[in-house]
């Protein structure tokens, strides 16, 4: 029973990031600034993860980049969250490698009758985020133990990552944060 949870969990996040792609805004409620979400799912030697953070956290501002320095700081961000492995290190002993990476920048807009603090108008484009995917392949799976980040050091805005990880034997939750930039999987494996 947990195994066809955790493969109905890993089908959901995979799919995801298509039915995402289908729809010009994403409509949330308000974000909080200095939070981001990390989801792993964890079967076999595959590893899928999706990180979505305010663009506060990533770049330093909220709005849709506009200026030619705001587009660089962007593209820049984007590189870094793209090089996964750096960004979220597994131990070395697991030999994981990526076989996907999607990074993108995206419009986050209210509900009609939500109102932002900063902005009055419903339905506008209100802030930015950041949204990534990735597939890895670890040859050695069982050194799957847990994964350190470098995400609060190269990303200033970043304070805490709420986790949700799902592997065969369920679905954990966790939080990373500057002090404590570690996940343990031990007994989630």
Known sequence: MKTKSA?????IL??????AD????????????GQGTLDIAIEGNKIEMELVAPGMDIVGFEHVASTDEQKAAVEKAKEKLTDVLNVFKWPAAAKCKTDAANVESRKETH????????????GEPQHSEFHATYTI???APENVTGMETVY???FSGGQLLNVNVTTAKGQTQAQMTRDKPTLSLAGVM
Do not use: N, W
């Open 7 to 11: 493969l109905a969990s890993l089908a």
């Open 14 to 19: 995979v799919a995801f990031p298509a039915l």
């Open 22 to 33: 289908q729809a010009e805004h994403r409509h949330l409620g308000p974000h909080v600034h």
């Open 111 to 122: 509900a009609p009758g939500e109102k932002d603090d900063d902005d009055d108008k419903p």
């Open 137 to 139: 392949t670890c040859a």
């Open 152 to 154: 609060f050091s190269d």
